[in-house]
């Protein structure tokens, strides 16, 4: 078994480093099939401990008090020990997660910036004094919730895990993260880097497990006062529907089904390049992946006989492998369903121009592997254009002017992403604003900055997170009014 700087059978418990009450959790490494690390997943009552010592610690340890600047210290801190620990990080979560060096690098980076980037903007949070409309001043402040529960998923954990905690805990508040069980380990590093860095005790907790009976657990419990939830909708749904009977907010960052749109007056080989990023990098493993590639029908041929001629030519390996361009898929599991969805779609007509198999033999032996794909022959309304398949399966879809187009990019549930490629800034803006999506990409795709809001339409969420903004919607926001005037409310009447 590879040995990972995980520490032994723990996870970690409102700032105790203990061993887990719930089912036994084994980490695999989906480019070999091998296990690397056993532990036990959190109980429920793992989660009334996390909580309950993370109320104590935001309230004992002076955390939610503090001053920004010094909240901001300790989230800085936290940022530099993330940063000189990328490479540990990286290592850890390709491990796990399957994904390349490259990306995992990047992810742990991202994470640390995140983090130095909530700690300026808590540093430069304004209050505002409203305008008085009586001989009184008025304010404005904002609070912690005291806990809030972070629940993510298993595709970028590092990042989407600083995602929630970096604005959570800047505004005060402690934080119990459920990590997904198929990509727990980097998690529980997280939580060791930000100990390290003096993070006090009881602020963090990591807590793995089952999302039906931890994650659930942490939705339900009376002190959790917001949840911000990462995953599927349909989980989502579940998890709104719960906050709506504690009236809780939450914030609910789902998935996708993003068209990417290529004009005839596109550059092709920036489309080229962009597209096949789009929907290949990550294994397609990302909310926001281009998986409808819509494409003008006078330039259809072309451009698919190119991007299919790409896609053949893309590197198919484990993610340590540096040539790697498409790694596995997190889990076999995984891997088998996305296969079965692509079965689905070619009994329903649907023709493959390329992939559409698990590669066999050599290096994919035991791996968790499926060979970038290009499908087309379907409708628009087809199911594999409707459903998220989170894996490397494109559909290509032919349009014939901008009023179709439009029509078929938003006849669908979701309304995460959208790319379009064209040199036409007009009709660029045109379309931008006409699409149902939270982030459209223009010659560009897959690009993120934490200075940028994000957040999904329709079915893709509620709620937004990142920017400078981000860590209001981890606090309550108090009015507060200050006499000025010089008698008594007149309506007692004097004496
Ligand atoms: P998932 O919904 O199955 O699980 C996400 C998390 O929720 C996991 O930690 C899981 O254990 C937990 N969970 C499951 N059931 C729960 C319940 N009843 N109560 C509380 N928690 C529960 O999603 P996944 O398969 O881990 O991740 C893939 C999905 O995440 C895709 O749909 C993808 O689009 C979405 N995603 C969205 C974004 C975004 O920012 N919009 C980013 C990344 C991934």
Redesign the pocket.
């Known amino acids: 078994m590879r040995k990972v700087p995980l520490g032994a059978d723990e996870i970690f418990v409102g700032g105790r480093w203990e061993r887990g009450g719930g089912e036994p959790i084994e980490a695999v490494d989906p480019a070999t099939g091998r296990v690397f690390h056993r532990f036990h997943g959190a109980s429920v009552d793992d989660v009334e401990n996390a909580v309950t010592r993370g109320r104590a610690a935001a309230d004992d340890s002076g955390w939610r008090d503090a001053l920004p600047h010094e909240r901001a210290a300790v989230l800085r801190a936290i940022g530099d020990a993330i940063a000189a620990t990328a490479e540990e990080i990286s290592a850890v979560q390709t491990t796990d997660t399957g994904k390349t060096l490259a990306e995992t690098r990047a992810l742990a980076l991202s994470a640390a910036g995140t983090f130095r980037f909530m700690a300026a903007a808590l540093e430069t949070m304004e209050e505002a004094v409203t305008p008085s409309r009586g001989p009184y001043l008025t304010m404005t402040a904002h609070e912690p919730y005291g806990v809030v529960g972070a ?6 954990p590092i990042a ?1 895990d600083a995602q929630k905690a970096a604005p959570a805990l800047a505004a005060g508040n402690a934080v119990v993260l ?5 990509a727990p380990c980097v998690s529980l590093l997280l939580a060791r880097v930000c100990e390290r860095a003096g993070l006090p005790a009881g602020l963090l907790s990591v807590l793995p ?4 009976v ?3 657990a ?2 339900r419990h009376p002190l959790v006062g917001k949840v911000s ?8 749904r ?2 709104g529907r ?1 906050a709506a009977d504690k009236i809780m907010p939450v914030t609910l ?4 089904k993003s068209p990417t749109i290529v004009f005839p007056d596109a550059d092709v080989e920036r489309a080229i390049a962009g597209v096949l990023f789009g929907i290949f990098s990550s294994t397609g ?4 992946a281009g998986s409808r590639v819509f494409v003008h029908e006078s330039v259809y041929q072309d451009f698919v006989g190119t991007l299919v001629s790409r896609t053949r030519r893309l590197r198919v390996g484990p993610g340590t492998d540096p040539s790697t361009q498409v790694a596995p898929l997190v889990t076999g599991e995984h891997r088998d369903r996305v296969a079965r969805m692509v079965e689905a779609a070619v009994t329903e007509g649907a023709r493959v121009l390329c992939g559409g198999s698990i590669p066999l033999g050599g290096v994919y032996d035991g791996g968790a592997y499926y060979l970038p794909t290009v499908l087309a022959g379907v409708s628009n309304d087809a199911p594999i254009c409707r459903e ?1 398949i ?1 894996g490397p399966v494109a559909v290509v879809l032919p349009f014939a002017d901008e009023a179709d187009l439009v029509r078929q990019a938003n006849d669908n549930d979701y309304g ?1 992403a959208c790319g379009i490629w064209t040199r036409d800034y007009r009709r660029a803006y045109r379309i931008a604003r006409a699409i149902d999506a939270g982030t459209v990409w223009i010659n560009t795709y897959k690009q993120f900055s934490i200075s940028t809001p ?1 957040s ?1 339409h329709k079915a ?2 509620l709620g937004t ?1 990142k920017g400078r903004e981000g860590i209001k919607s981890y606090m309550r926001q108090k009015s507060l009014y200050w006499d000025l005037g010089d008698h008594p409310l007149p309506w007692a009447g004097g004496q």
């Open positions: 629940i993510t998923p298993w595709n970028s989407s459920k990590p997904s069980v198929w497990g089952s999302g039906r931890v994650g659930d942490i939705v939830f990462t995953g599927g909708t349909a989980t989502g579940a998890i719960l960052e789902l998935g996708g493993q990302s909310c926001v998220e989170f995460l994000f999904g893709s969420g997170e």
